[in-house]
């Protein structure tokens, strides 16, 4: 079974811009969360879906938004992008929400210049 | 707030030897924990898990143990080898509820 895929990799973008990360959960998942990962703040939680729902929003500004397909893939969406937006942006699913075990994505790694 | 706390941000050890993680928790309706390892470059891999209503819970080289009165969960790599060497978060969630993880400690484990 394939794992969790996230597309791009790798993005650089200029402050001011608008960004859109997508992931593909392992066949079946129906929960997608993502998080981002700074150095020294672990993984912080952004959003979790379940049947194109949003079930839970983490403390973000309003700049950051998702959505959730009837296929269970799932996009997120930063805009007017500023410095401190750069990092690691994991996506995870689960079979079921809430989610016990979650199986990570390898992220997207964005920097903002 | 941070609701889960690992105060050690890195921890180095001999091969063969016992690494210690440690995870601190404060909000009292967690009941499920859980530990994932993660390598540069790569997502985070699930490792192990503990529900509130056992203290210990042990997959070949891997124990966790739970301590609900100190709130407090440690994960045990008995012994330890140089693969083991990467970033380890806990993580933890209310019945019913989102996972809040800790900060990771990279764990290095010397040949």
């Known amino acids: 079974k394939a794992g969790v895929t996230q597309t791009p990799r790798y993005l650089i973008k200029t402050r001011g811009q608008q960004v859109t990360l997508s992931c593909s959960p392992i066949s079946g998942h129906r929960s997608v969360s993502w998080y981002q990962q700074t150095p020294g703040q672990g993984l912080q939680f952004l959003f979790e879906y379940f049947s194109e729902t949003q079930r839970n929003k983490g403390n973000f500004p309003g700049r950051f938004s998702g959505r959730q397909f009837s296929n269970s893939r799932s996009e997120m969406n930063v805009s007017t992008l500023e410095l401190g937006d750069s990092a690691l942006y994991l996506c995870?699913?689960?079979?079921?929400?809430?989610?016990?075990?979650?199986?990570f994505g390898p992220g997207t790694r964005l920097t903002v210049l | 707030d941070q609701q889960v706390k690992q105060n050690s941000p890195s921890l180095s050890v001999q091969e063969g030897r016992i690494s210690i993680l440690n995870c601190d928790y404060t909000n009292s309706m967690f009941d499920y924990f859980l530990w994932y390892k993660k390598y540069p470059a790569e997502g985070p891999t699930f490792l192990i898990s503990i529900s509130s209503i056992k203290d210990k819970n042990e997959d070949g080289r891997f124990t966790v143990f739970l301590n609900k009165s100190a709130k407090h969960l440690s994960l045990h790599i008995v012994p330890s080898q140089p693969g083991d060497s990467a970033v380890y978060f806990c993580a933890a969630r209310p019945s019913g509820s989102r996972l809040t993880f800790g900060e990771g400690t990279q764990l290095t484990v010397n040949p």
């Open positions: 995870a699913s689960s079979l079921a929400a809430p989610p016990d075990t979650q199986y």
